[in-house]
């Protein structure tokens, strides 16, 4: 949509690898999505508060529960979200996929000159250097 689109034009350098600029951008397009889905808000306007990268983490990680494996994002948004394009399938996301997202969070956070959401450089930026700010 044109709000992922726009966030990915200003996140992504020119001269960025175009592996890392699909990567970064579809990270964006996800968390347009989930983000105007869960709280029906865009996205980008300001800074990702802790509590929202928290409910973004057990949103999309199985985690064990006495009933079970769970994650929670409900079942309306997970068939939304797959209905628009931001996921291939319902259910959990593998971690690795959650880290990337989380780190494309931070480096947003970083170029708009907001911190991160926990109130300190990232420890790696999603390209996998190492921070510099």
Avoid: C
């Avoid at 001269?15 to 397009?29: C, D, E, I, K, V």
């Avoid at 709280?39 to 973004?56: D, I, L, R, T, W």
């Avoid at 690795?96 to 911190?115: E, F, I, Q, S």
């Amino acid at each position: 949509d044109a709000a992922g689109a726009r966030a990915a034009q200003e996140f992504i350098a020119d001269g960025t690898p175009a592996n890392t600029a699909r990567s970064y951008a579809s990270a964006l397009r996800y968390w347009v999505a989930w983000y105007g889905l869960r709280y029906g808000q865009p996205y980008g306007e300001a800074p990702v508060s802790v509590a929202v990268a928290s409910q973004f983490i057990v949103d999309h990680l199985e985690r064990k529960t006495p009933k079970g494996l769970l994650h929670e994002l409900p079942m309306a948004i997970d068939a939304r979200l797959v209905a628009l394009g931001a996921k291939a399938k319902p259910g959990p996301l593998a971690y690795a996929t959650v880290a990337h997202r989380l780190a494309v969070l931070a480096k947003w956070h970083r170029l708009h000159g907001w911190g991160t959401t926990r109130g300190r450089p990232s420890d790696q930026d999603p390209d996998g250097q190492g921070t510099a700010a």
